[in-house]
């Protein structure tokens, strides 16, 4: 039978969070009701099992898979984030960099594809985001190579001008040209409205450019031997922080961008979304993050310390988009619009058309499209 949700005040079907709001359905409401739902933070809105501030690169950036699809994609990244150290570690550099190149961009077109985030238009989505960015990352790294190999001294202090190319500007760039096919799509296709679309075309964009840098870096590489000599993991820890580290923070910086931007656009419904979701914020962040652990590498580099310069600066983006998703998908919840119901994907129960799963807590909006669509009414059994 319907409750009264304490936090909304509207009569939600009965279970453990409300259906409209999100919000605990059990729990007392705070003095302030407007954000409550929004404060959820034990239960993060894409994946209820997850704290908002849990730092889990696939349900961040893979947000639509289901459960179990979730698990399947955590074990084929660390497979492969393993196989590509160990090639790495066997000093084959130019191959472990082809396919540290292709890796996580494979992953995440697989998903795009699996999600339907383009719904019936692949060509004019994927040739905005994904090969937009290669092209552009191709460009700018076939463009300044001379200029950076001109400009480097491995032997002694960086010097300066090299610290303001590759530390500053070449990243703050990178970052403008990875939000420029996104960017056509806020402008001309407005249909992608939903916060989890920007975020989407800014990852799948700044995956394309990050996979576009690698592979003229390796086509480099492949001018010298093909088996590098000295210390192996003086080879193998730069790999992992080139097909691991360094595409997920472009992913996070262009992502934290097009999702503030897509998020802004639709007016709250439920609550405030906070100082992150306001463009020129999102802007800030993502431009410190791409700044702050190049000078670091930089001017205090090393094989592991630029492992642990990328990974800090890195868990720190991936909170503040969880934060911008979370808080996004709470205050601009709306039903589906097919005024069924269906399966919800998290927990595998039956949910109305309404923004929230009441069982899990799930936002539906954060399913895939075709999970999205109203169940089958079940054929009676034949007598």
């Known amino acids: ?19 409209y709001c999100g919000a605990p359905l059990h729990a007392a409401a705070p003095a302030d009701t ?29 947000p639509h898979l289901n459960p179990s699809s979730t698990h399947l994609a955590r074990w084929v990244l660390l497979g492969a984030a393993l196989v590509i150290f160990l090639v790495g570690l066997g000093r084959v550099v130019p191959v472990a960099y082809v396919v540290a190149a292709l890796l996580i961009p494979a992953l995440y077109l697989l998903y795009f594809y699996d999600a339907e985030i383009y719904e019936d238009e692949p060509l004019p989505v994927l040739g ?8 552009l ?13 001109r400009l480097y001294r491995p032997a002694f202090q960086p010097r300066s001008e090299y610290v303001l190319l590759t530390g500053v500007g070449l990243p703050l760039l990178a970052l403008l040209l990875m939000v420029l096919g996104p960017l056509a799509l806020f402008l001309f296709r407005r249909r992608f409205d939903e916060v989890l679309d920007g975020l989407a075309f800014g990852v799948a964009s700044a995956l394309g450019f990050a996979a576009a840098q690698s592979i003229v870096y390796t086509w480099l590489l492949i001018t010298g031997p093909v ?18 580290l360094m595409p997920l923070l472009d992913a996070a910086t262009a992502g934290l961008i097009c999702a503030a931007l897509w998020a802004w656009r ?14 020129p914020a999102a802007v800030l962040v993502a431009a410190l993050g791409q700044v702050i652990p190049n000078v670091a590498s930089d001017l205090f580099g090393g094989e592991i310390r630029d492992l642990i310069w990328y990974a800090i600066v890195l868990v720190i983006l991936i909170l503040f988009v969880r934060h911008v998703l979370h808080h996004s998908l709470i205050a601009r919840a709306h039903a589906l619009g097919h005024g069924g119901t269906l399966r919800c994907p998290h927990c595998g129960r039956e949910a109305p058309d309404l923004p929230f799963c009441p069982h899990c807590g799930l936002a539906l909006r954060s399913a895939a499209k075709r999970e999205r669509r109203p169940a089958a009414p079940e054929e009676p059994a034949n007598a």
């Open 266 to 279: 639709r007016p709250a419904e439920g609550g405030e979304v906070g100082w992150l979701a306001w463009p």
């Open 227 to 244: 088996i590098r000599t000295g210390n192996p993991l003086s080879w193998a820890l730069p790999t992992i922080r080139i097909s691991i």
């Open 128 to 135: 905005a985001t994904f090969a937009a960015g290669a092209v």
């Open 137 to 149: 990352g191709a460009g700018m790294s076939l463009y300044f190579a001379p200029l950076i190999l």
């Open 34 to 62: 407007r954000g409550a739902a929004a404060r959820r933070r034990d239960a993060y809105a894409a994946n209820p099992r997850e704290h908002v501030y849990h730092p889990a690169i696939i349900s961040t950036f893979f």
């Open 1 to 19: 039978m319907p409750v009264r949700c304490p936090h909304c005040g509207r009569e939600a079907p009965d279970g453990h969070y409300c259906a």
